[in-house]
């Protein structure tokens, strides 16, 4: 190892103290400082000598040294620029990181990495879904992602049809990939320690979509409308798309779908049914 492993609570606090650092509520920033979390988070990112990888909220390093130690070609985006000066002079010495001050949600990633890619991530709860959905939109080269997130995030994106967490991310997270909890984090794996647990998520970009539509845009805006208001039954749910009740009616019974269902019941396929009946 070239430095010493950022990954060590003491070698944390002194990188924090070093360059006058203190954890930002607003960008919702904690810093990983627990090196058997760090080594199980490369194990799920499943990369090795060459592999690409962009890592968004780098830190202070942590996790990107560990990357790179196991052989990786690490993009890291860190948007506080207090935190990419202090990336210079931890990660100093790897010439299999680049570092990028800058936005994700901003950041041209096309241009920025090309051919196959791992994502890592360590996002805070605000920002979680606004990234996740972008990455894969985009349809970038994307092999798995490795998001470690709020724990009630975490089972949002992996819950089945009828569960309380299941809802519109979890169906777009699910249409574009396969994903399963792989591991939980306490809050004391951090500092400072957030109030809440965390959970890492793999999730595997799949080939082809889950489920065969029409058209993207109009599923996932029967998506949203069927979780817009969780209370109402699908039927009057629908009717904020379509306006007319014996059209939203006319839709479902062609998609097979009782109207009197609630959008939390329905599978891929039958949002797909759905949307590839809609007028």
């Not at 967490?165 to 979890?170: E, I, K």
């Not at 539509?213 to 979780?227: D, K, P």
């Not at 009740?245 to 019974?253: G, I, M, N, S, Y």
Request: hydrophobic share 50%; charged share 25%.
């Amino acid at each position: 190892m070239i430095n010493p492993s950022l990954a060590r609570r003491e070698v944390v606090r002194h990188v924090l103290k070093t360059f006058g650092i203190r954890a930002s509520k607003r960008l919702g920033q904690n810093f990983l400082a627990a090196p058997d979390v760090v080594d199980s988070i490369v194990a799920a990112a499943g990369v090795g000598a060459g592999g690409a990888v962009l890592e968004i909220g780098p830190g202070i390093g942590t996790l990107t040294q560990a990357l790179a130690e196991a052989g990786a070609r690490v993009t890291a985006v860190e948007i506080d620029g207090r935190l990419v000066e202090a990336l210079q002079k931890t990660l100093a010495g790897y010439d299999n990181i680049r570092i990028i001050h800058g936005d994700i949600l901003k950041l041209d990633i096309g241009r920025e990495i090309s051919g196959r890619f791992t994502v890592v991530a360590n996002l805070p709860y605000y920002i979680t879904t606004p990234v996740v959905m972008r990455l894969l939109k985009m349809r970038l080269s994307i092999d798995r992602l490795v998001l470690m997130v709020q724990r009630e995030v975490a089972l949002r994106m992996v819950a089945r049809p009828g569960s309380k967490d299941y809802g519109a991310l979890s169906v777009a997270v699910q249409y574009h990939t396969e994903p399963q909890v792989a591991f939980s984090v306490p809050a004391g794996a951090f500092i400072p320690a957030p109030k809440v647990d965390s959970a890492v998520v793999r999730c595997e970009v799949r080939g082809r979509a889950a489920v065969e539509v029409g058209s993207e845009e109009l599923f996932f805006r029967v998506v949203r409308l069927a979780f817009a208001q969780r209370r109402k039954t699908l039927a009057n749910a629908l009717k904020a798309g379509l306006g007319d009740r014996e059209a939203v009616d006319k839709v479902l019974a062609a998609a097979g779908v009782d109207g009197m269902r609630r959008g939390e019941t329905l599978s891929l396929a039958e949002f797909a049914a759905i949307a590839n009946n809609w007028p």
